[in-house]
């Protein structure tokens, strides 16, 4: 019986917009040609978002591991940075040793000839006393 007068309320209603019809036909197919458009727009629109939500999942996807090789990148720059100091400190320091250890041996070679010309005088003047001591000697 509900079902009855149900039909018979949507047979009202489609009476009544029958005859509305009648009178106001160009409105109303202005209206269903809008309601088709605007709902093959949004046929449309899913499609487009089903689209790009897969084409998200799939860049998602493709980015963790690029994410991960980008930080594995970034610890091996970190730490070649770091050995790269490093060993520019080694090398400065040393450079800096070697060049300490040339200069006390560039001074120990000064003193060195210093001595040897020092002594070489002196052997000079001992030789110089003998030739005389031994000409006094001789007279």
């Known amino acids: 019986m509900i079902k009855l007068i149900f039909h018979s309320a949507n ?10 019809s009648l009178r106001s036909s160009e409105l109303i197919n202005h209206l269903l040609n809008d309601l088709i458009a ?4 949004y046929k449309i629109v899913q499609e487009k978002e089903a689209r790009i939500t897969s084409d998200l999942s799939l860049s998602q996807a493709q980015l963790f591991p690029l994410r991960k090789e980008n930080a ?6 970190h730490d070649l940075h770091n050995d790269t100091i490093r060993l520019n400190d080694e090398i400065r320091n040393g450079t800096e040793d070697y060049t300490r250890e040339l200069q006390k041996m560039q001074e ?32």
Not at 11 to 20: C, D
Not at 72 to 77: D, F, T
């Open 38 to 41: 605007t709902t093959n727009s």
């Open 11 to 20: 047979l009202n209603v489609f009476f009544f917009f029958f005859i509305a």
């Open 72 to 77: 594995r990148l970034a610890r091996e720059n």
């Open 108 to 139: 120990h070679l000064q003193d060195s000839r210093f001595l040897c010309e020092s002594l070489q005088e002196q052997l000079k003047h001992n030789h110089e006393t003998m030739d005389r001591l031994r000409s006094v000697s001789r007279l």
